[in-house]
């Protein structure tokens, strides 16, 4: 039997390889207002994630993701 997370993981994996794909093509279009373009569509998919889900989860998913932001920049300036 195959673990649950590991197949969540990948499907979320997949999931975003499909909005990165699309994010790149919006920000493309948006020329000089990209920077916009990509807080934008932040906000945008956490408006309809909460419409999908809840906004508990939603909510603890962008805590999750602030973690990894953090995390992602504490290793960054270590290694400069």
């Known amino acids: 039997m195959s673990d649950p997370t590991s197949t969540a ?3 979320f994996d997949k999931a975003l390889d499909v909005a990165e794909k699309h994010l790149e093509a919006a920000m493309k279009e948006g020329g000089a207002l990209s920077g916009y373009v990509a ?4 906000e945008a998919a956490v408006n309809q ?3 999908e889900t809840s906004h508990e ?4 998913m962008l805590r999750d993701l602030a973690d990894q ?3 992602d920049a504490e290793e960054g300036s270590e290694e400069d």
Do not use: F, K, P, S
């Open 9 to 11: 993981e990948q499907l």
């Open 39 to 42: 807080i934008a569509m932040i």
């Open 49 to 51: 994630a909460v419409e």
């Open 57 to 60: 989860d939603v909510a603890d």
């Open 69 to 71: 932001i953090e995390a």
